[in-house]
């Protein structure tokens, strides 16, 4: 069955530390997404990817760089990480078409302190 | 620019209350407009999606209706049950590309109590 995991689902940084966090599909879709969640706010989109080696900026990408190294992976990078990202961070899948369905991974929650 | 307003940050019913969830949009022409569902300790999912072909769509009892007229787009179920608690977003695919993927509203948390 097609899907999306992330990993890991529970991370807890330091304030400056570096963070990655990864994601996987097996939905063979070339686009990916990261968005994060945060209460009052929604789902907003950080970065994203039209397919192996491109990404580009969403909509809050201050702060987050990404990585597309294959079809199947897209890493969120952290590199010096504040509590201000903590969330709850979603990676997705799509079809090129921005029409259909995105599909999405379970979530990782990150805690920076 | 664009935007999705969902006003109803909390809803709180009983099974079988009729649930009506308001969405509106802001952006240019007649976007495809969209239902996810989000389950505790899930990511989102689909649950329906509209285009102004068709108007209305529907999925696992659930119905939206999208007005061009009033840029909004609700959905409703007639008789809610415990299971259908989650977090419901509206999203948005502009008509221009632009690079955007979709567009979210804040949510709308349904508790459904048995």
């Known amino acids: 069955e097609a899907a999306v995991t992330q990993s890991p689902r529970n991370k807890v940084a330091v304030t400056g530390g570096k963070v990655t966090l990864s994601c996987n599909q097996t939905n063979n879709h070339n686009n990916m997404y990261w968005y994060r969640q945060d209460t009052g706010h929604g789902l907003r989109l950080i970065h994203y990817?039209?397919?192996?080696?491109?990404?580009e900026k969403g909509d809050i990408p201050d702060g987050y760089k990404a990585s597309r190294p294959s079809q199947e992976n897209f890493s969120l990078i952290l590199e010096l990480a504040t509590p201000s990202q903590t969330s709850v961070y979603f990676c997705?899948?799509?079809?090129?078409?921005?029409?259909?369905?995105?599909?999405f991974g379970p979530g990782t929650r990150l805690t920076v302190l | 620019g664009d935007s999705v307003i969902q006003m109803q940050g909390q809803v709180t019913l009983s099974e079988n209350d009729f649930l009506f969830i308001n969405c509106t949009y802001s952006t240019t022409g007649y976007p495809t407009l969209f239902w996810y569902v989000q389950y505790s300790g899930e990511g989102p999912q689909l649950l329906l999606q509209?285009?102004?072909?068709?108007n209305k769509g529907s999925s696992r009892g659930f119905e939206a209706t999208y007005d061009k007229g009033t840029t909004s787009f609700h959905l409703q179920k007639t008789s809610v049950q415990e299971i259908d608690s989650a977090v419901y977003y509206c999203?948005?695919?502009?008509?221009?590309?632009?690079?955007?993927?979709?567009?979210f509203g804040t949510g709308t948390t349904v508790s459904v109590s048995p």
């Open positions: 509209v285009t102004t072909a068709n």
């Open positions: 990817s039209y397919g192996a080696g491109s990404t």
């Open positions: 997705a899948s799509g079809v090129r078409d921005w029409g259909l369905e995105q599909y």
């Open positions: 999203a948005m695919r502009p008509l221009y590309q632009g690079g955007r993927a979709l567009i």
